[in-house]
């Protein structure tokens, strides 16, 4: 039996002159993630991409599914059998290949898409036909055109004739790396991994960066900030993670700075920080978590006097969302179970009584200029520590 995988693009579809780039960007990721499945040739096609295991009947396609469901790029993907391209030969072979379907159903019908135009007969025929097939073999099924409860397809494509029982979703979005390179920082809560994922999906290609401060913060709480990539890598690639030691900074602010204005200047100065660590990777946005007016430092104004820190263009996916909607992503990638894990991390060392929920840009600057930061910035810059996260 020639089983294979069809996986069909959404977005990549629409580009124009470029749209090779990216095709060849979305098979290098599906490559990537299939290095370990055993020998399989993948080529493209009329927005389709197609993948062939060398031994079929030894192939995990269950497993394999569930990995091509989380990379970026790809809309649908569908588990099929090829045939030869022949009236005949689909009625030899759909209805033993969708059996165990067509004998739970009770209802369903015949889609028939022909991109190879010479084939003798038209879409309505080949479902006529093959639909009049089924029947004759399935006497608990009956044609219903409107909702029915199986859709049965007929492919006829450049290579062969493809039968599957439907599709299921992929992650769509645009292929990861194909956008560029991103910084997202990363912290133990809910709203940084599912910004992260909003971007990949993007087609960027990510960093994070982690700022601990102990004692205050705990390896527990580090440990929790690394899982949580892990649990993006299906969706991102490998990560390199750097980690920053934010101690002596943060006891500089509360030593040195209005207390009101504690958190503001935190985040510019984590800014600041992320700035320079970029400049050694080429990279030239950050991305973050934040969502307007969730918290005291996500008003407008504090979200300007942040961004006044920094020359890179900051990235917000999360801006417009609800809290709810933010929760049931977390869920969909499987963060949402680490993210509420009772670790404290660096942003909620320090917290003031009283944040200042409009803090003005020149008295931030004015207070944070009360101390000279930069030689500490410096030293945490060069104490910052990298490794890469991957499956």
Known sequence: MNELILMKYGEIALKGLNKSSFEDILLKNIRWRMRDMGRLRLRKAQSTIYLEPENPESFDFDEAMDRLTKIFGIASISRALVVEKSLDAIQKEICGYLEDQLSSARTFKVETRRSDKQFPLKSPEISAEVG???????????????????????????????????????????????????????????????????????????????????????????????????????????????????????????????????????????????????????????????????????????????????????????IGMDKSEIIKIAYQIDTYETSILPYEDCCTVFTPRHPRTRPKLHFVEKAEAGFDFRPLLAKAVEDTTCKTITL
């Open 132 to 318: 009049g097939t089924i029947l004759s073999r399935f006497h608990n099924l009956q044609v219903d055109v409107h909702d029915p409860e199986l859709v049965v397809n007929v492919e006829i494509r450049d290579f062969g004739a493809y039968i599957h029982a439907g599709s299921i979703p992929g992650a769509g979005g645009m292929p990861v790396s194909s956008s560029g390179k991103a910084m997202i920082l990363i912290s133990g809560g809910l709203d940084s991994p599912v910004a992260a994922y909003m971007m990949a999906k993007r087609g960027l290609s990510l960093e994070a960066i982690h700022f601990v401060s102990p004692p205050y913060t705990s390896d527990r709480a580090l440990q929790k900030v690394e899982t949580l990539c892990e649990k993006l890598v299906p969706y991102t690639g490998s990560i390199k993670f750097h980690c920053v030691p934010f101690t002596e900074i943060q006891e500089a602010i509360k030593e040195h700075c209005p207390e009101e204005l504690f958190t503001v200047i935190m985040r510019r100065l984590m800014m600041k920080v992320a700035e320079e660590v970029c400049k050694k990777q080429d990279i030239k946005a950050l991305v973050t978590g934040e969502s307007l007016a969730q918290v005291a430092s996500q008003t407008l104004d504090a979200l300007y006097c942040t961004d006044n820190a920094t020359d890179l263009v900051v990235l917000r996916p999360l």
